[in-house]
């Protein structure tokens, strides 16, 4: 059976993103600039060249296993007009929203479904779709701890960025009082990051 994957970057002190317009890109940039230069990036973009790295061959292992994405509405509707007609998904994504809308076929393998009933649903749509891989999780970060604190991911996969930010939305906010346990499946080490693996226990 396919398992949920939360796959996150963040800085070191655990950011994962901006709060504000002005803070925005800033913290893009920190946080996700080590995945730019990545031969595997690049060619998800439509793009030859980039560094192949550890970093890149780690990145291209992820995404290979992936059959399916879900992604949160603010991010949905801050990357589809940069997207572009090819976007780099190459799979279904289901997008979380209140606002419903018709289903969006895109060249290369990726629609977008509107899931207006709740991440439980979105992630039940995702394995039917995922086609016996996984499913991953890749944003925003509201939807991420929605699945960690909701019991609905299997596995965390973290790329942990080499700088402290300071300020800004941390990933493992927001997840409840009670503890969420998890258990080391892999470390490794990159030039730009390093990636972390986590089984999270039912």
């Known amino acids: 059976m396919s398992k949920v994957v939360i796959g996150m970057s963040m800085s070191l002190d655990g950011i994962a993103g ?53 992604v949160g509405r603010r991010m949905f509707d801050y990357g589809y007009p940069h997207w572009g007609d090819n976007p780099p998904f190459h799979n279904p994504v289901f997008v979380v929203t209140h606002r419903p809308g018709e289903r969006i076929g895109k060249d290369g393998g990726t629609s977008y479904t509107f899931v207006t009933d709740g991440l439980a649903s979105a992630v039940a749509q995702a394995r039917d779709a995922a086609r016996g891989k996984d499913v991953l999780i890749a944003g925003g970060i509201s939807i991420a701890q929605q699945a960690l604190a909701g019991g609905l991911a299997d596995e965390l996969a973290v790329h942990v960025a080499p700088v402290l930010v300071g300020t800004g939305a941390r990933l493992f906010d927001a997840l409840g009082a009670a503890p969420i346990g998890l258990r080391p499946e892999a470390a490794q080490l990159g030039e730009n990051a390093t990636h972390l693996r986590y089984r999270v226990p039912k």
Do not use: C, K, P
């Open 18 to 70: 901006g709060t504000s317009e002005e803070d925005f890109y800033v913290i893009h940039e920190a946080v996700l600039g080590w995945v730019f230069g990545l031969r595997s990036w690049q060619a998800a973009q439509g793009m030859g060249g980039g560094e192949d790295t550890a970093d890149s061959r780690i990145w291209q292992a992820e995404f290979d296993r992936i059959g399916a994405q879900i």
